[in-house]
Nanobody
Framework: QAQFVASGGGLVQAGGSLRLSCVPS????????IGWYRQPPGKQREWVAS???????NYADSVKGRFTISRDNAKNTVYLQMISLKPEDTAVYYC??????????WGQGTRVTVSS
């Protein structure tokens, strides 16, 4: 089973918005936090945003000002709110540990497609 389950992807127009959800399969968050990653078609996976257990947030330069990562501890869920979407945001989005290594397991992710 996947350790993290991402959902909420879909097809949106450029300039539109979408919110993704991430549910860890474990009962608690990773003490080091949770991160969102994406893999555009034909490109390598890249880090997008992260949030620590204390709520500190960081973003890749490509999404600053447009994406917001948040968490709901009561629901054991991490979110990625995306606004002003661009065609270059098209990718499969994944959530995982904030710190990943070559041994990190990746699930299937959720697909986001932004039309021109």
């Amino acid at each position: 089973q996947a350790q993290f389950v991402a959902s909420g992807g879909g097809l949106v127009q450029a300039g539109g918005s979408l919110r993704l959800s991430c549910v860890p399969s474990r009962s608690t968050f990773d003490i080091n936090g949770i991160g969102w990653y994406r893999q555009p078609p034909g490109k390598q996976r890249e880090w997008v945003a992260s949030i620590t257990s204390s709520g500190s947030r960081n973003y890749a330069d490509s999404v600053k000002g447009r994406f917001t990562i948040s968490r709901d501890n009561a629901k054991n869920t991490v979110y990625l709110q995306m606004i002003s979407l661009k065609p270059e945001d098209t990718a499969v989005y994944y959530c995982n540990h904030r710190a990943v290594t070559p041994d990190t397991y990746w699930g299937q992710g959720t697909r986001v497609t932004v039309s021109s």
